[in-house]
């Protein structure tokens, strides 16, 4: 047989704390949702969302804003 005669005493209790902190973490973030719901609120930008309106603004004088005056 080759290999350290530790591998399987070490193996085992590194594979338990390991599943034991990513199950941790997976509840942990279950238990707040914050993220989950934070693009179903109105008017709530996530980073690195780009927000496009679905009418381009108006200006006061009824002209869309950005556009040259037509001639």
Known sequence: MTGSSLAPVIIPIV???S??????????????????????EPGHRIAGQVESPAVAPRTGSGELTGEPPSA
């Open 19 to 40: 599943l034991s902190v990513f199950l941790f973490i997976v509840y942990y973030a279950d238990r707040h949702p914050e993220w989950k719901s934070a693009s179903q």
């Open 15 to 17: 594979a338990a704390i």
